[in-house]
Nanobody
């Protein structure tokens, strides 16, 4: 059974950094599309960064140059390094995988950017 477990969220001041982790079990990390989404209450869930079928990851424009998605295949863990955080980055961040037509989500981790 596929399980995605996020960690690393918290409260950070504007300009600060956080690193989110997504521990994956029940699937091989590099074989399927996997990425990070975020959601603010009242809004739709938004794609933040994604490892799709190509070699290079994709990012939403608002985080380009600030966020970096990476993965450690040996640990079966995906990361999101978030730098230069802004209040607009405040959201619940979710790990997501798409395997043979089925979508899997983690439970989410709250990121709050505030002074």
């Amino acid at each position: 059974q596929v399980q995605l477990v996020e960690s690393g969220g918290g409260l950070v001041q504007p300009g600060g950094s956080l690193r989110l982790s997504c521990a994956v079990s029940g699937m091989t990390l590099y074989m399927y599309p996997i990425g990070w989404y975020r959601q603010v209450p009242g809004n739709q869930r938004e794609l933040v960064a994604l490892f799709a079928s190509g070699a290079s990851p994709n990012y939403v424009d608002s985080v380009k140059g600030r966020f970096t998605i990476s993965r450690d295949n040996a640990k079966n863990t995906m990361y999101l390094q978030m730098n230069s955080l802004e209040p607009e980055d405040t959201a619940v961040y979710y790990c997501h995988a798409h395997i043979r037509g089925t979508q899997y989500w983690g439970q989410g981790t709250q990121v709050t950017v505030s002074s």
